[in-house]
């Protein structure tokens, strides 16, 4: 069974940095895809950055410069390094596993505000 506990979310002023993190438990973590989206007040989830199996990454252009999804298939953990944080960053931060055939597999959310 696979879980996903997200934290680090926090209050942060515009221009700070926070550094989420997803904790992963289960067998499959190493073979999975993982991905942190985000959720602001009345809007869609959105796919924030993802991370192969073998280390490849990809962002949403607004956060290219910014965040860096990193992972430790040893600890189970995956990583978003937030910097240079601006308002529109304020969201529930959520961690996804995407398992070999498709599953997919959510945490519960880290709040991130980010406001002076």
């Known amino acids: 069974q696979v879980q996903l506990v997200e934290s680090g979310g926090g209050l942060v002023q515009p221009g700070g940095s926070l550094r989420l993190s997803c904790a992963a438990s289960?067998?499959?973590?190493?073979?999975?895809?993982m991905g942190w989206y985000r959720q602001a007040p009345g809007k869609e989830r959105e796919w924030v950055a993802g991370?192969?199996?073998?280390?490849?990454?990809s962002y949403l252009d607004s956060v290219k410069a910014r965040f860096t999804i990193s992972r430790d298939n040893v600890k189970k953990m995956v990583y978003l390094q937030m910097n240079n944080l601006i308002p529109e960053d304020t969201a529930v931060y959520y961690c996804?596993?995407?398992?070999?055939?498709?599953?997919?597999?959510w945490g519960k959310g880290t709040l991130v505000t980010v406001s002076s």
């Open positions: 991370i192969t199996t073998t280390g490849g990454r």
């Open positions: 289960g067998s499959i973590f190493s073979v999975a895809n």
């Open positions: 996804k596993l995407v398992a070999p055939g498709g599953m997919d597999y």
